[in-house]
């Protein structure tokens, strides 16, 4: 029964922590370190009947947290080249591997806000439950995270319509 | 919707045997804790939301002084979905968490998830007795074949109770007038409302020991909002937060015991909202809070004690220590200006520096903090419930 109730909420939800893990710490190793944390802490409190989403908030939240402990090792990381995690190549890689390199370059508040946005498309409200800070905050460091991104990838090939074209971007201060 | 960062991520798949890996881990360290809720009960209610719980901290104990044979009582908060006990938390104050989804309304009643047992060495007897409401025995689950469990209805006790001492029984309170309608409507809801008859009750332990010596405990009850946060060693601790923190997702009793429990007074006269200090991973309270007030408000001292230290540093500002005794301090940042000197007596109430907005700081406010034995505490542990239902975070 441990098993099974472990493979389901691994197969759903493993690899929406490991990739939160990976952004956040830009490294392999820890990342599979945290996922284990993470899915063990899980099972410690047995299996309580949540809703998936309910779940999945609280798996990403607690990998937010571990990701903090082991942070504290490395204070400067080297970006984890995109071809090592992202499997086989593709013609789109070159213009990937930029954006995960500027990505990986924000600050660590901005990028796990990135990416609980984009790559999980959770609303700015949940992130910031999430993250515990206001949600007037998470929308700034998007705002802030579009402007840094933007100038990043300026001057290369790739820049001109990261995301201002999706129309989903919150406004700074709307609620 | 071009959302070129989600579909990159989207290619990153999870490594090959991490799955494996973590079984691994997890057979290695043995099968979780039972899972009661399997044949819930009749009249069973289960909260949609439950986080499981666990509380951190220390270990409930006499401070006996002298030469006085160390008999040891205390309570430890019982889990209701894993029976895991847990200790005391900040400022001697047992948190029961009550959105477990393992408490039920049956007989007119509501048995509520808040369970604890009583510990001790040498303990023969224990009464207790509960000045509103009613207390339960908790009964053991009974295990069927196929693995599930069932949990037979627990013995009703009354308000107050003598039996034999049983280190594994377990307590719990029993709340009268439960309606069956409400709890179909908002089962979470009424399982507030319902828990909230406990708040200001009186719980009453003694124990008679091997040898005839007594001791009692009193503990006041309170009952409201919980925030989860991990504790240095990894353990998710329960604290009493406020109306208004977005981590305050959980619901349940607070027990302060009467005779360990230290209260504060409100440092900021007429400040009724407080900014509980926000990390952005995971805030934690023990950085102490924030509270903002306009510039030139008075800072009191928060309890009788003496100046121990005031000084100036680049993140707290001008910064002030007040020492309460048995390793109690408390710490005003970010003033305007200090009034009193290292070595001066204040009295609790008293006006000890003038709020501002000086080192890293971003408007005109209050930073305090509570230490004990030079650890950071929950400074809101350290105020009464009343107090903490007066305030708000923001």
Sequence with gaps: MQDAFLHTAMERYGPAVYRLALCRLQNRADAEDVCQEVFLRLLRRGDPAWEAEHLKAWLLRTALQRCADVKRRWLRHPVLPLEEIAGQASEEDAEAGALWEAVAALPAPMRMTVHLYYAEGYRTEEIAAMMGCPAATVRTRLRRAREKLKGLLEGDAYGESLWEADGTCPDAGGT | ?394
């Design chain 2, 1 to 394: 919707m071009e959302n070129r960062y989600g579909k990159l991520m989207e290619r990153v798949p999870m490594p090959e045997g991490l799955e494996e890996r973590v079984l691994q881990a997890a057979r290695r360290e043995g099968p979780p804790p039972r899972d009661f809720r399997r044949r819930a009960l009749r009249g069973a209610v289960c909260a949609a939301c439950a986080l499981a719980l666990v509380l951190g901290g220390v270990r409930l104990g006499t401070r006996d002084g002298g030469g006085a044979p160390s008999w040891s009582l205390g309570l430890t908060a019982c889990a209701a979905d894993t029976g895991a006990s847990y200790g005391a938390g900040d400022n001697a104050v047992l948190v029961f968490q009550e959105d477990l989804g393992m408490h039920w309304s049956a007989e007119g009643g509501y048995y509520t998830a808040s369970r604890f047992q009583v510990e001790g060495d040498g303990i023969a007897e224990v009464a207790l007795t509960l000045s509103r409401g009613e207390l339960y025995r908790a009964s053991a689950p009974a295990a069927a074949a196929d693995g599930s469990f069932t949990l037979p209805v627990p013995e009703r006790l009354g308000s107050s109770v003598s039996q034999d001492y049983d280190p594994e029984a377990v307590y719990g309170f029993w709340v009268p007038g439960a309606a069956a309608e409400d709890w179909q409507a908002d089962p979470r809801a009424a399982s507030r409302e319902s828990l909230d008859a406990l708040d200001g009750a009186v719980l009453t332990v003694e124990a008679v020991f091997d040898g005839g010596a007594v001791q009692t405990r009193r503990y006041t009850l309170s009952t409201g909002l919980l925030r989860e946060e991990t504790a240095a060693d990894g353990t998710p601790v329960l604290q009493p937060t406020l109306a208004g923190d977005a981590l305050a997702v959980h619901y349940g009793v607070c027990a302060a015991d009467a005779d360990a429990t230290r209260l504060l007074e409100w440092p900021v006269a007429g400040a009724d909202t407080v900014r509980l200090s926000a990390g952005y991973d995971g805030a934690a309270l023990h950085d102490g809070i924030d509270i903002p007030a306009p510039a030139g408000t008075p800072v009191l001292a928060a309890a009788d004690g003496t100046v121990a230290e005031t000084g100036f540093d680049a993140e707290r500002g001008n910064y002030l220590v007040l020492d309460h005794g048995g390793g109690l301090q408390t710490v005003y940042g970010q003033c305007r200006e200090i009034l009193v000197q290292a070595g001066d007596a204040v009295s609790a109430g008293e006006q000890a520096a003038v709020l501002g907005n000086t080192g890293m700081s971003t408007g005109a406010h209050l930073h305090f903090q509570v230490l004990l034995d030079r650890e950071p505490q929950n400074p809101l542990a350290y105020f009464d419930a009343a107090l903490r239902r007066a305030l708000q975070a923001v």
